[in-house]
C-alpha cells in the first residue's frame, strides 16, 4: 500500500435515548460535508483501488455520498472492527489490505486521529485533530509501522 486515506464519518444525528448508536443517520449537514469531501477527494485525483467502511449507518452514507463523485460503483466492503476501533486494531485490519496501491477507510474517533499520529509521528496518545468529513492523505514510506508515514493532505469541511 502506497497511499492511506482516512475519512472520519460526517456529522450524525444526536443519539436518542434508548437508540443504537449503530442506526445514527447523517444530519443534513453531514450529508453535505460528505460530498464535499467527495469533490475534494475527485479534484485532488484521489483513486482508491478499495474502500473500507465502519458499518455503523453514519459511516456507510458517508462513504456511498463520498465515492459518487470519483467512482460511482465502487464496492464498499463493509469491515465490523473498524468499528471503535484502536490504532492497533485498525493497523491488523490494513495489515490485510498491503496489496491495494491505494485504501480509502472511513470510519471513527478516536481511532482515526490517533492513528494519524501513531502512522506520522510515531505515538498514538490523545491526539485531537479529525472533525467530521475530516480527511488525512497519508503517503506510507514502506511497511505500515509507525512513524513510516507522510502526511500529504489534511482536509475538513
Do not use: K
Not at 56 to 81: D, K, M, V
Not at 140 to 152: M, N, V
Amino acid at each position: 500500500m502506497h497511499e492511506l486515506i482516512l475519512l472520519r464519518h460526517a456529522e450524525a444525528l444526536s443519539e436518542a435515548s434508548g437508540d443504537d448508536d449503530r442506526d445514527r443517520a447523517l444530519s443534513p449537514r453531514g450529508e453535505q460535508e460528505a460530498l464535499a469531501a467527495g469533490r475534494w477527494l475527485a479534484s485532488h485525483g484521489a483513486r482508491p483501488d478499495r474502500v473500507l467502511c465502519s458499518p455503523a449507518l453514519r459511516a456507510r452514507r458517508t462513504a456511498e455520498l463520498a465515492t459518487r463523485a470519483f467512482a460511482p460503483n465502487a464496492a464498499i466492503g463493509l469491515c465490523e472492527e473498524v468499528y471503535d476501533a484502536t490504532p492497533g486494531e485498525l493497523l491488523a485490519l490494513l495489515d490485510q489490505h498491503t496489496d491495494a496501491r491505494c485504501v480509502l477507510l472511513v470510519g471513527h474517533n478516536p481511532g482515526f486521529e490517533r492513528l494519524v499520529a501513531l502512522l506520522v509521528e510515531g505515538r498514538s496518545d490523545e491526539f485531537r485533530g479529525m472533525p467530521p468529513a475530516g480527511l488525512a492523505v497519508l503517503h506510507l514510506q514502506g511497511d505500515l509501522e509507525p512513524g513510516a508515514a507522510r502526511l500529504d493532505a489534511f482536509w475538513s469541511p
